[in-house]
């Protein structure tokens, strides 16, 4: 099975009433406003400023049992535990609600559990030894929602919990001292769509507005919402565009000392620092602690002052994203192998090895189904059970095809592209067989091509600086709300040449007409062995800063053959 050809879907040309309302706009912008449903000046205007109004924290479902619960603790001096999960949301989580508790004189400590010994969420070992310990209270952040029988041992043990997450809840909630999750069932909060950090703020916002604690605002918070907003892939719309956009002006003058040292081994310039390098350079990095050793690592660096302190961890989470990458590379070859072996031509993806590291799987199994356009689960197989990270595609909602296979699992969760699971070793065929067979119900006779979606088709002598600056004020940029996309037909190529491991991307400049422009072309390296004399283009439009200079630059996403 080869990597699929994509489809190009460009969008319908704006209506003459909405270019006349958005005349004071380029052509080209007017008609990638209206593609986002933006039709008059005063949405424009609106959805430009990214200035959403925050809404009452206080509609979601539990905050006040969470507030009054935590005032408690407070008041009595008990100790609380911020219990978070490992990944770059669970950590800027656990960072920003440790950060509250300690400016509310709390007795307060941080539990992050070890992926590879106890796997994701609440576990009931971690519990008992946090109650011996002497925790009266433990405060869930991205984890907790499905934490059924955690949640009735920590009721057997006295141990009060408060859960904070933004995964799917299952029918049945764990009966806890307060419950906060905006998709949870009645729950007025209008954006469904928070990260586990989103989350956590806005209960770390009520508590700072209710005790009102010297030394700390929500804006104190902000940078670590927008770097676990980004990296856990939420939809950049609404409230949580707003929320990023804020938190990424308040990067550009970093207070962290952990995170000031971060983008100094990234190679990022903090006064320009975007959604894409959180999503590339700054998430990877967090993440790199919890897939490859202890996120706790990743913690400490986001909460240290001393400038020593945080080169050295900062030198060892880059060091561990090195190592992350090779691994990476090396699980995805073989699942591919594997999943190809099994079946030439399958609907989902399936791969599953006791050698495979566990905190890199959901990597490869994300750049499975990016290459193949189609679910792709990869796993860890133990001795008893086997442990994977899913990817899905639009047309499948992995985590309801989880739910349908439920009784054959130890545990699982998480949203409509990825999810994770545990299943027994004797469970295991079965699992997969049935979904397998779900997948080919579900994606028999639709087009499983990875789809671009483009905003407009244009000339080369469109291009210009101008705008370059309009679309700027599209940022933050990420999933739920892409970079605009253009197209360009009949473009010549004058050179190219391929760069990078193993030849895998392409350097070209192109002309149509008058106009010539350089561009990269990731992963489509192999055009260069019969390139054709005019090519059609399918590419994000930016600027490329070498030595000081600025030039514009084509980003290419998908090369056709003209005609």
């Known amino acids: 099975m080869q990597s699929l050809e994509k489809r190009w879907q460009v969008a319908p040309r704006i209506s003459p009433e909405a270019a006349q309302n958005l005349s004071k706009y380029s052509p080209t ?12 000046q005063e949405e424009a205007q609106e959805f430009l400023a990214a200035e959403h109004t925050e809404y009452d924290p206080y509609d979601l479902s539990g905050m006040v049992a969470a507030v009054e619960r935590i005032g408690q603790a407070l ?88 859960i904070t997450d933004h995964h799917t809840p299952g029918e049945t909630l764990p009966q806890v001292a307060a419950l906060i999750n905006p998709k949870q069932k009645g729950d007025r909060y209008p954006e469904k769509n928070l990260a586990g950090v989103g989350t956590a703020y806005k209960l770390a916002c009520t508590l700072i507005d209710r005790f009102d604690p010297p030394g700390i605002t929500p804006g104190h918070l902000i940078d670590l919402v927008a770097i676990g907003t980004v990296a ?28 000031h040292s971060l983008m100094e081994v990234a190679g990022i310039k903090a006064e320009r620092v975007t959604a894409m390098d959180l999503g590339f350079a700054i998430g990877p990095r967090i993440n790199a602690a919890g897939r490859l050793a202890d996120a706790m690592d990743a913690f400490n660096l986001l909460m240290t002052s001393d400038v020593h302190k945080a080169g050295q961890l900062v030198q060892a989470l880059d060091n561990r994203n090195r190592e992350r990458q090779n691994i990476t590379r090396e699980i995805e070859n073989l699942s591919e192998e594997q999943a190809v072996e099994k079946d030439p031509h399958p609907y989902l993806l399936f791969s599953a090895d006791p050698s495979f590291n566990p905190g890199v799987v959901g990597l490869a199994a994300s750049r499975l189904a990016d290459k193949y356009y189609r679910p792709a689960v990869v796993a860890h197989q133990g001795d008893e059970f086997t442990r994977a990270s899913c990817r899905s595609i639009p047309e499948f909602h992995i985590t309801h095809a989880l739910e349908e296979c439920a009784d054959l699992l130890t545990h699982f969760g998480g949203h409509a592209a990825a999810a994770g699971f545990t299943v027994s070793n004797h469970n295991l065929s079965e699992l997969v067989a049935r979904l397998t067979s779900d997948a080919k119900k579900q994606l028999a006779g639709q087009d499983l091509r990875p789809l671009l979606q483009i905003d407009a088709e244009v000339e080369l002598d469109d291009l210009n600086f101008g705008l370059l600056a309009e679309l700027d004020h599209l940022q933050p940029t990420g999933y739920g709300n892409a970079s605009p996309l253009f197209a360009s037909r009949e473009v010549r190529t004058v050179n190219y040449r391929t760069v990078g491991q193993e030849n895998a991307h392409l350097k070209l400049t192109v002309v149509q007409g008058q106009y010539t422009f350089d561009a990269i072309a990731f992963k489509l390296g192999h055009w260069a062995e019969a390139m054709p004399p005019k090519i059609d283009l399918a590419y994000s439009f930016e600027i490329n800063e070498f030595n000081g200079k600025k030039s514009l630059q084509l980003n290419i996403q998908d090369i056709k053959a003209s005609g």
Do not use: W
């Open 232 to 259: 856990d892939m939420v939809p950049l719309v609404g409230e949580n565009r707003s929320l990023v956009r804020r938190g990424l002006a308040a990067l550009r003058r970093p207070h962290r000392q952990g995170l």
């Open 29 to 40: 912008f007017q008609q990638i406003l209206y593609n986002r449903g933006i039709a008059t």
């Open 75 to 162: 008041s009595r001096q008990e100790h609380i535990v911020v219990y978070g999960d490992y990944d770059a949301d669970g950590v800027t989580a656990s960072a920003l609600m440790v950060q509250t508790l300690q400016a509310l004189q709390a007795r307060v400590s941080c539990y992050i559990p070890n992926r590879f010994e106890e796997g994701y969420g609440l576990n009931p070992e971690a519990l008992t030894k946090l109650k011996e310990e002497g925790a009266d209270l433990v405060i869930t952040v991205d984890c907790g929602i499905r934490a059924i029988p955690q949640a009735e041992h920590a009721r057997e043990i006295g141990l009060d919990l408060v």
